[in-house]
């Protein structure tokens, strides 16, 4: 394309709300032949509330939600910022935990009036030698087959409660995947939540594709083993998780409405998160490099 084309492309593109890099940029949406979608805060609104509250046996509903609230309440992540919402509402004022650490892609850990409390997925609770007993484990399990998050809180030593976190999808979401594909793109959707989640939300929006389960530092070898296998990949997200995966991808597709660290790592800026424009965005690309199949 000549370069007057490429200016009429990407001026056309703010018009569409797609802030494109540099002209170079279009080159790379000629071979994309997959398109890798981050789930939360992507194809869902990443918005999250607390459902329900599942405790063992002892514990009172209060007790669950002031501990794991009060950690919850130093994180940012979205599953972390609807526990501490819930909690606020539902017990009141939360205390200042007296130690506190993330750890990414599986929660939070730390020290609430004395108590050692870990909050987030069963995982985070294995590594500590703890798990759900049976009955709060077929609370997870029936939270997680319909989509919902199944938040796991611990502390001193036992497993105590499971919170049920929900997200919502895009009501675009699943209209962008069609698009995506009559682009001759095929959709993955790829996620550090659990497989039913993912597989819940998969078949909401209409992808076979799921790759669940992925801790944050991984994200980004799931995409070079996919340029690996010789496919060509657009990656979609919003999250600080999702910006090495950005850059890796062929062609990075960063949400408007997520970080800054992926919108810096991406080639190109869906400003207003509208999934939908991500396949505009590629399609307005090869038109404009003459190419559009
Ligand atoms: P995603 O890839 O869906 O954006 P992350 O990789 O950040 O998510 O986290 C993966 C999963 O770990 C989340 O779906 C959630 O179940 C759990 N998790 C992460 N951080 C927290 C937290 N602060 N509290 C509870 N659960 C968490
Ligand atoms: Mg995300």
């Known amino acids: 394309a ?12 703010a018009q569409l709300g797609i802030l494109i890099k540099g002209p170079e940029v279009l080159e790379s949406t ?4 997959t398109v890798v979608l981050d789930k939360t805060g992507t194809v869902t609104t990443g918005r999250m509330t607390l459902l329900a509250v599942h405790t063992a046996d002892a514990e009172d509903e209060k007790t669950v939600l002031r501990l794991a609230g009060a950690l919850e309440h130093a994180s940012e992540h979205p599953v972390a910022r609807a526990v501490a919402a819930g909690a606020l509402e539902r017990a009141g004022a939360l205390p200042v935990p007296e130690d506190f650490a993330n750890v990414p892609g599986l929660g939070v850990q730390g020290v609430v009036e004395g108590h050692a409390v870990l909050v987030g997925r069963r995982r985070l609770l294995a590594e500590w030698a703890m798990e759900l007993p049976a009955a709060l484990a077929a609370a997870a399990e029936e939270a997680e087959r319909s989509g919902r998050t199944a938040v796991a809180v611990a502390w001193d030593g036992r497993a105590r409660a499971v919170l049920e976190v929900a997200d919502a999808v895009k009501g675009t979401s699943a209209e962008a995947v069609r698009r995506l594909r009559a682009l001759g793109l095929t959709p993955v959707l790829l996620t550090g939540d659990n497989r039913a989640v993912a597989e819940a ?24 083993r996919l340029q690996g296998e010789g496919r060509t990949v657009a990656m979609v997200g919003d999250g600080v998780n999702d910006a090495a995966a950005l850059a890796q ?3 990075g597709l960063a949400m408007g ?5 992926a919108i810096e790592a991406g080639d190109l ?3 207003r998160g509208d999934l939908r424009v991500a396949a505009d965005a590629i399609r307005l690309a090869r038109r404009t490099l003459g190419t559009i199949r």
């Open 30 to 33: 000629r071979r994309v032949d």
């Open 257 to 261: 409405t997520g970080t800054d660290a």
């Open 201 to 224: 939300v998969a078949a909401e929006v209409g992808i076979d594709e799921v790759i669940a389960e992925v801790l944050p530092e991984d994200k980004v070898a799931v995409v070079r």
């Open 249 to 251: 991808a062929d062609l």
């Open 2 to 13: 000549t370069p007057t084309a490429l200016m009429v492309g990407t001026g056309r593109g």
């Open 269 to 271: 800026t869906l400003v």
